[in-house]
């Protein structure tokens, strides 16, 4: 007898995607399957379309949270194994489920391989981010075999590892408390490369700007509480998790060089100092012009020290991400990624520290608009 699967969406308010995903779930011809939707305060449309499958569908009229939800379908469901997908997640693989259940074999939990879709900037973008993630699952499930951070869009895990580790929890992020849980527990890690599930781009940047920023106050919560699993984990593996740091955030690269390089901010202001004492008292002038030259030259050739730094910093992750492309199944545009490298990435991680100077100084970790 076939494995028994409990695919479990929570959703708020309902979408066509949603609507979407759940036909294509009734229409898998997996024979022992069971779909399982938390609807929070359901748009009318979506409530009457979704009635009209043969799915457990749990509408709540009031917003009762991502993971209260999850929580509540995982009480009514009965599968040996658990696939929780997002609500605005889809999938092209014929034969989902029982791919997905194929792949599972060996594992306690796994993550599925994401794409996004879109013809847009932000969609094509975040498709190269996206890939850097699952390169990023992939290598840490090839090297230890552990999850330390899990992306909550698509994932599956067997019923007795989530029982085993309490399931959901009520934490930001839930799905990287879970994911750091069943690494605290020894469980399997697998990464999913087929069945792939296809994730949407937000509708703008504003949209996006909002998520990154619950993302990276998530982030920082997940860190200050996470620090000393987070630092036995740089000790048994630095290379490792040097890799992944640089992996997901390009950026860092360019930031650590600017750091060490660029002192041009003090050279600055000490050169227009001694300027403008020489211009007040002429017996410094010819100290001042002298030194200020120097300084000036200084301050030209950390500029290029800098730059050329930048330059080289740029080709060769250029030439690491072509090689990930191929690896993965991804079209590498050098322009694109050069969008990503120097625009897309150092504004994520802008806002990554916005999120972690918010939650270690001032320790606010609110996330009023949070799904």
Same mark, same amino acid.
């Given at each position: ?26 229409? !898998? ?56 997908? !997002?609500? !605005? ?18 594992? !306690? ?47 599956? +895990? ?6 085993? +580790? ?41 949209? /996006? ?7 990276? +106050? ?12 987070? =630092? ?15 992996? +997901? ?21 000490? /050169? ?29 050739? =950390? ?69």
């Amino acid at each position: 007898m076939s494995v028994k699967v409990s695919v479990i969406i929570p959703s708020f308010r309902g979408s066509p995607t949603l609507v979407e995903l759940v036909n294509k779930l009734v229409e !898998d011809d997996y024979p022992n399957k069971e779909v399982l939707v938390v609807v929070d305060a359901p748009l009318q449309e979506v409530a009457e379309k979704l009635e009209k499958q043969p799915v457990k569908t749990i509408f709540r009229h009031r917003r009762g949270g991502r993971v209260s939800a999850l929580i509540e379908a995982f009480k009514q469901s009965s599968g040996e194994l658990l696939i929780f997908l !997002d609500d !605005d997640v889809g999938f092209t693989d014929k034969g989902f489920l029982s791919r997905a259940v194929e792949s599972m074999k060996g594992f !306690d939990i796994g993550e599925f391989m994401k794409i996004v879709e879109g013809d847009g900037l932000l969609a094509q973008t975040l498709n190269y981010e996206f890939m850097s993630f699952n390169y990023g699952s992939m290598v840490l499930a090839s090297r230890t075999g552990r999850c330390l951070g899990l992306n909550g869009a698509a994932f599956a +895990i067997w019923r007795p590892a989530y029982e085993k +580790i309490g399931g959901f929890r009520h934490k930001i992020p839930d799905d990287f408390d879970l994911g750091i849980r069943s690494y605290l527990a020894g469980l399997r890690f697998g990464f999913v490369e087929n069945p792939r599930v296809v994730n949407y781009a937000p509708p703008g940047w504003r949209d /996006w700007f909002k998520q990154r920023v619950r993302w990276g +106050i998530g982030a920082a919560v997940w860190v200050r509480e996470n620090w000393r699993t987070l =630092l036995k984990m740089v000790r048994e593996e630095p290379s490792l998790i040097l890799l992944l740091l640089f992996l +997901i955030l390009p950026s860092l690269a360019s930031f650590t060089i600017t750091f060490l390089l660029n002192t041009l901010l003090e050279d600055r202001l000490i /050169w227009m100092g001694l300027l403008t004492l020489s211009s007040l008292y002429s017996g410094l002038l010819p100290f001042a012009t002298l030194f200020s030259y120097g300084l000036f030259l200084k301050i030209l050739l =950390l500029f290029t020290k800098t730059l050329v730094a930048l330059i080289a910093a740029f080709a060769l992750f250029s030439v690491f991400y072509h090689r990930i492309s191929k690896k993965m199944g991804y079209r590498f545009n050098p322009v694109k990624f050069a969008f990503l490298y120097f625009v897309y990435s150092p504004l994520w991680f802008t806002i990554l520290l916005s999120g972690f100077i918010r939650v270690f100084v001032f320790n606010k970790n609110s996330l009023k608009d949070r799904p």
